[in-house]
């Protein structure tokens, strides 16, 4: 028989992480052979995570430049990624989530006539500019795919609500936490000591991260604000806050809270500390997608620090509680956490709406039911509808 040529495309440090899994899956099965293709829309923080889980790209844009923008971006995915595709002639292009890389790697693809298989589909906030440029990507994606990889029944919902054919929609669960799962280790020694300072202080730990382009400004200086009082009032609490390198983030960050002896204001975080962070937090406090995802597997109560989301599944399942930039409700409900055992409880149980460790098995047999090699595979059914999988 020969083997399915597949080609795996991303361009920043979430989609490497989500994808490794794919890539891995794919890789020790004989019926396929998968290429990696990187834009380095993000240069080091993609590296970093190349690094982690050993994928060395057969082919790298390099496309990182100072300021650059959505178009330049798409215009030098499509030159870049066209000629790639044309010689290769992969069977499936496999791209992930809702980056630019994404729906450009998919027009690419769409472009050679190459079939497109779209991992973490269906996500949706049915706001076109919230989060911008993310929604609008991941939908474009969306309808220039012939495979949808959709990690939630929800996710199924909003795809079937577009008129995506049923039968190309794969419930699968989100490979982040097969990532995650395969990167905690015990007896885990953090790359960063100020990380290791922070997680062995005694103290309870609040992990924070803010970055998202729509809170930029007025809004995440409210978060700040908002932290800097939790700290006031707790003081058997330290905040451990990787910084985004864009001034944007940073220089309100370091004014709000850059001298407050509990708060660890460090550099962004290697994927491998993050998690680990992760695992020894009691609270997390995010704008970020993927941590909405990754915390409830570990039984982290989340409070989202945004006005939409396009992962309502946590939400729903009682892990995640979106609350905003509005300062008084951030702090009213992180000390209603610090303070009320049984409210931290509902929060903290271990339910986990996303997935079970398994999904970038269930790609490799969605792939190969499409080619008529195999059964269609048992969908993940561990969502938001009421079932649950025990904390691994």
């Not at 007025?218 to 058997?236: I, K, S, T, Y």
């Not at 995640?320 to 055992?341: F, N, Y």
Request: net charge negative; glycine share 6%.
């Amino acid at each position: 028989m020969t083997a399915i040529r597949s080609m795996a495309v991303f361009g920043t440090r979430p989609e490497a992480i989500k994808m490794a899994p794919v890539v891995r899956a794919l890789a020790e099965d004989p019926r396929f052979e998968v290429k990696v293709a990187v834009t380095a829309q993000h240069r080091e923080m993609l590296d970093q995570a190349l690094a982690l889980f050993s994928i060395v790209p057969d082919y790298d844009l390099d496309l990182m430049r100072h300021g650059q923008t959505p178009p330049q971006i798409v215009a030098g995915v499509l030159e870049g990624l066209t000629p790639i595709l044309e010689r290769e002639r992969p069977d499936i292009v496999l791209v992930h989530g809702d980056t630019v890389t994404t729906a450009a790697a998919a027009l690419a693809a769409f472009f050679c006539k190459i079939p497109v298989g779209h991992v973490e589909a269906g996500l949706r906030t049915q706001d076109r500019y919230d989060p911008f440029p993310e929604e609008m990507d991941r939908r474009l994606a969306g309808v220039l795919s012939t495979l949808h990889f959709a990690p939630t029944e929800w996710a199924r919902s909003n795809l079937l609500q577009e008129n995506v054919d049923p039968g190309s929609i794969y419930v699968t669960g989100n490979t982040a936490i097969d990532a995650l799962f395969a990167a905690l280790r015990e007896d885990y020694r953090f790359e960063d000591p100020r990380v290791e300072e922070a997680v062995a202080s005694g103290r309870r730990l609040v992990l924070l991260t803010a970055h998202r382009r729509e809170n930029w400004g007025a809004p995440m200086e409210r978060v700040f604000r908002a932290a800097r009082e939790l700290l006031e009032r707790h003081e058997d609490v330290v905040i451990l806050f990787p910084v985004h390198k864009n001034p944007v983030v940073r220089e309100p960050a370091y004014r709000e809270l850059g001298r407050h002896p509990r708060a660890a204001l460090v550099e962004p975080l290697s994927y491998a500390d993050m998690v680990h962070a992760l695992k020894a937090a009691d609270l997390v406090l995010t704008d970020s997608g993927g941590l909405q995802e990754e915390a409830p597997a570990l039984g982290k109560p989340v409070l989202v620090l945004r006005e939409t989301t396009e992962r309502p599944e946590g939400v729903l399942a009682g892990t995640c509680l979106k609350v905003g930039t509005d300062p008084a409700r951030i702090v009213a409900e992180a000390s209603r956490l610090l303070t009320d055992p049984a409210a931290y409880a509902r929060m903290a149980r271990a339910v986990n709406p996303y997935g079970d460790g398994r999904a970038a098995a269930r790609v490799r047999e969605a792939i190969l039911h499409w080619r008529a090699l195999g059964p269609r595979p048992a969908e993940f059914r561990a969502g938001y509808l009421g079932t649950s999988v025990a904390k691994e």
